[in-house]
């Protein structure tokens, strides 16, 4: 599979943002799907991940409640709906796909990062 993210901008505090990763390949609705996030001079973290059959989510405690994991198999797609967005989630947003017992660890596919600049 392969993935590329978009919907990353500029945003002020509070606001809302919504990422978008549309997934190639015939394997999308075989796979769990993950968003990790980079903040500069920082290593990569674990954003959020769902399962292949979305039945089962899984979250950062830095954005439960915030944040919400979804797909659509139809499109093979999957989005991050990101509220109350604060400073400190500036960084540069990737999606990744692999199976569910490496998704919030160490995924193996990558998608390019999008930028999330958020304002105070």
């Known amino acids: 599979v392969q993935l590329q993210a978009s919907g990353g901008g500029l945003v002020q505090a509070g606001g809302s943002l919504r990422l978008s990763c549309a997934a190639s390949?015939?394997?999308?609705?075989?796979?769990?799907m993950g968003w990790f996030r980079q903040a500069p001079g920082l290593e990569r973290e674990f954003v959020a991940a769902?399962?292949?059959?979305?039945?089962?989510?899984y979250y950062a405690d830095s954005v439960k409640g915030r944040f919400t994991i979804s797909r659509d198999t139809a499109k093979n797609t999957v989005y991050l709906q990101m509220n109350s967005l604060k400073s400190e989630d500036t960084a540069v947003y990737y999606c990744?796909?692999?199976?569910?017992?490496?998704?919030?660890?160490?995924?193996?596919?990558w998608g390019q990062g999008t930028l999330v600049t958020v304002s105070s």
């Open positions: 990744a796909a692999d199976q569910a017992s490496r998704i919030t660890t160490a995924p193996r596919t």
């Open positions: 390949g015939r394997t999308f609705s075989s796979v769990s």
């Open positions: 769902i399962v292949a059959n979305g039945a089962y989510t």
